[in-house]
């Protein structure tokens, strides 16, 4: 779980960085607001906390990361991509950890 949780970091770190590059930092762009809202949400509730934080929205992400991928090659954003290909693939392992610990709560 610390493994996610410092990746996760990286990712955010990556992020910063490369909005930085073009003058853009973070809280600029208006956003959705899933990600805190069901943080808030599932406060007091460690099953759904890992349901929908490490299963589903997690896996949203890598859906979405194909049309994103798209996206940047069509700004020929190479930075952008690298980036995202390293985060999409540390994703995949996220969901399996959340997966993991999902089924053991429950059992």
């Given at each position: 779980m610390l493994e996610v949780s410092s990746q996760?970091?990286?990712?955010f770190q990556l992020l910063l960085q490369?909005?930085?590059?073009d003058g853009?930092?973070?809280?600029?762009?208006p956003v959705h607001s899933a990600l805190v809202d069901n943080v808030k949400r599932s406060m007091d509730h460690?099953?759904?906390?890992i349901?929908?934080?490490s299963i589903i929205q997690e896996g949203k992400g890598v859906d979405a990361g194909e049309r994103?991928?798209?996206?940047l090659q069509s700004f020929q954003d190479k930075q952008g991509?690298?980036?995202l290909k390293k985060i999409l693939d540390e994703?995949?392992?996220?969901i399996r950890v959340g997966y993991k610990w999902f089924k053991k709560i429950c059992e």
């Open positions: 996760e970091s990286d990712h490369r909005l930085g590059k853009v930092n973070y809280g600029d762009i460690l099953d759904k906390r349901a929908v934080i994103l991928m798209i996206k991509g690298i980036i994703e995949v392992d996220h």
